[in-house]
């Protein structure tokens, strides 16, 4: 299908399907399709020898594709502004962590909902990776912590 529509349409580049299965019936749903890369696919700049943002590049200019191989299983967790309600977020919680990676977009106001960056958490096992990751997302608040502030002063 994706083929399908790429040939029709006659562009080049990366296209991404954002599905989900409903859990009613089972049946398999498409969200979106997005003609570019999307954020659905960010754990592929941790956790695939070719990210989507490099094969967009690698596409638009004529050159073969990567591999896409996974190295290993990842999670992503997106950050919306919401988070920072309460003040910086305790990034050191994802930096002290060698298995995760954060990503702020350099948006300079949060808004409730407003997408402001993700982490990503790479492991053995997706379930390694979803637990950990669920756990880092716990420690971000600001409130979650004593003094409500956090060291790191980023904008995000």
């Given at each position: 299908?994706?083929?399908?529509?790429?040939?029709?349409?006659?562009?080049?580049?990366?296209?991404?399907?954002?599905?989900?299965?409903?859990?009613?019936?089972?049946?398999?749903?498409?969200?979106?399709?997005?003609?570019?890369?999307?954020?659905?696919?960010?754990?592929?700049l941790d956790a695939s020898r070719?990210?989507?943002?490099?094969?967009?590049?690698?596409?638009?200019?004529?050159?073969?594709?990567?591999?896409?191989?996974?190295?290993?299983?990842?999670?992503?967790?997106?950050?919306?502004?919401?988070?920072?309600?309460?003040?910086i977020p305790y990034w050191q919680?994802?930096?002290?962590?060698?298995?995760?990676?954060?990503?702020?977009?350099?948006?300079?106001?949060?808004?409730?909902?407003?997408?402001?960056?993700?982490?990503?958490?790479?492991?053995?096992?997706?379930?390694e990776a979803l637990d950990a990751?669920?756990?880092?997302?716990?420690?971000?608040?600001?409130?979650?912590?004593?003094?409500?502030?956090?060291?790191?002063?980023?904008?995000?």
């Amino acid at each position: 299908m994706n083929v399908t529509l790429q040939d029709r349409s006659g562009s080049i580049g990366t296209y991404r399907w954002q599905r989900f299965t409903r859990p009613v019936c089972g049946k398999l749903m498409v969200n979106e399709f997005a003609p570019r890369p999307h954020n659905s696919g960010h754990g592929t700049l941790d956790a695939s020898r070719t990210s989507q943002f490099e094969q967009q590049v690698r596409t638009l200019a004529g050159l073969p594709l990567g591999d896409t191989t996974m190295r290993s299983p990842v999670v992503t967790q997106n950050l919306l502004g919401d988070l920072c309600a309460g003040g910086i977020p305790y990034w050191q919680a994802v930096l002290a962590d060698s298995s995760a990676t954060l990503h702020l977009y350099g948006k300079a106001e949060p808004r409730r909902a407003r997408k402001m960056g993700h982490f990503s958490y790479v492991a053995p096992t997706v379930e390694e990776a979803l637990d950990a990751a669920l756990r880092l997302r716990r420690l971000l608040p600001a409130s979650a912590h004593t003094d409500g502030k956090s060291e790191i002063a980023a904008t995000i």
